[in-house]
């Protein structure tokens, strides 16, 4: 569907910078629904016809709402509206799986890879007791929400519960939660989880189909049993464009 505008409100010589005010064209038509969810925007070529201005013009107009999450850019195909965003809780410890299905959202888990690696993290190296460097089981597993891949998971599984480490790839497509439960009876996990903005590897911005100057939300996942044993560690990339994370709160005055 053509872009919508009053083109009497829209002074491209005057009136600001030229791509702020394409962006905010572009971004009117998103959420008036004439340019809906999922759908493709017109090419480069054709927002230069309709607006007589360059392409430079245009790919900063573009970039601005792929930065605001309004459109996202698949590669080989073009850009596009961005879908509704997925609600995520900080405070919840449900599990991705269940907290998608609470949602109302269709969750999806692909195994890309199952073996020994390096721990190059401080941190996740202290929490499995391992020497910085040294080797753990660990599970690399792309998370889809809506059919949208929308997490990169990279998970470290201590030794104390080295029972996760024979399980078929086909099991850890299903909730680790349900996993952990199903190999060790029902267990108090208890966790702590610390939250950093950070450039992605580029694996993560393959799978996720970042654009390549963004930075994107990184959540390091400590799980540790009732002893205080840890249990797995998880480094999980979000999706930018795919989620709106809230909290809930009770105050008593």
Same mark, same amino acid.
């Given at each position: 569907?053509?872009?919508?505008?009053?083109?009497?409100?829209?002074?491209?010589?005057?009136?600001?910078?030229?791509?702020?005010?394409?962006?905010?064209?572009?971004?009117?038509?998103?959420?008036?629904?004439?340019?809906?969810?999922?759908?493709?925007?017109?090419?480069?070529?054709?927002?230069?016809?309709?607006?007589?201005?360059?392409?430079?013009?245009?790919?900063?107009?573009?970039?601005?709402?792929?930065?605001?999450?309004?459109?996202?850019?698949?590669?080989?195909?073009?850009?596009?509206?961005?879908? +509704? $965003?997925?609600?995520?809780?900080? =405070?919840?410890?449900?599990?991705?799986? /269940?907290?998608?299905?609470?949602?109302? *959202?269709? %969750?999806?888990?692909?195994?890309?890879?199952?073996?020994?690696?390096?721990?190059?993290?401080?941190?996740?190296?202290?929490?499995?007791?391992?020497?910085?460097?040294?080797?753990?089981?660990?599970?690399?597993?792309?998370?889809?929400?809506?059919?949208?891949?929308?997490?990169?998971?990279?998970?470290?599984?201590?030794?104390?519960?080295?029972?996760?480490?024979?399980?078929?790839?086909?099991?850890?497509?299903?909730?680790?939660?349900?996993?952990?439960?199903?190999?060790?009876?029902?267990?108090?996990?208890?966790?702590?989880?610390?939250?950093?903005?950070?450039?992605?590897?580029?694996?993560?911005?393959? +799978? $996720?189909?970042?654009?390549?100057? =963004?930075?994107?939300?990184?959540?390091? /996942?400590?799980?540790?049993?009732?002893? *205080?044993? %840890?249990?797995?560690?998880?480094?999980?990339?979000?999706?930018?464009?795919?989620?709106?994370?809230?909290?809930?709160?009770?105050?008593?005055?």
């Amino acid at each position: 569907m053509p872009l919508v505008y009053d083109s009497n409100d829209l002074n491209l010589r005057s009136e600001g910078a030229r791509y702020k005010q394409i962006a905010k064209v572009i971004s009117q038509n998103i959420a008036s629904g004439n340019l809906a969810s999922n759908t493709q925007i017109p090419p480069e070529p054709q927002l230069m016809e309709l607006f007589d201005c360059s392409r430079i013009t245009i790919r900063a107009a573009i970039k601005e709402l792929v930065d605001k999450g309004q459109l996202v850019r698949r590669q080989g195909l073009g850009t596009f509206v961005t879908g +509704e $965003l997925k609600n995520v809780s900080f =405070n919840d410890f449900s599990g991705f799986t /269940d907290s998608c299905l609470m949602e109302g *959202h269709k %969750p999806l888990t692909k195994v890309l890879s199952v073996n020994k690696a390096p721990v190059n993290n401080p941190a996740i190296a202290e929490f499995l007791s391992l020497e910085l460097g040294a080797t753990a089981f660990q599970v690399i597993r792309l998370r889809y929400v809506d059919d949208m891949p929308c997490v990169y998971e990279v998970s470290y599984v201590s030794e104390q519960y080295s029972s996760l480490y024979t399980a078929g790839k086909e099991e850890w497509e299903i909730s680790l939660y349900k996993l952990i439960s199903k190999l060790y009876g029902n267990i108090k996990i208890e966790g702590k989880r610390f939250y950093d903005c950070v450039k992605p590897p580029v694996e993560v911005q393959k +799978e $996720l189909e970042l654009p390549d100057d =963004n930075n994107i939300l990184a959540m390091d /996942d400590l799980h540790w049993d009732a002893d *205080h044993n %840890p249990i797995f560690s998880s480094t999980l990339y979000y999706k930018p464009s795919a989620f709106r994370f809230y909290s809930t709160f009770v105050t008593l005055l």
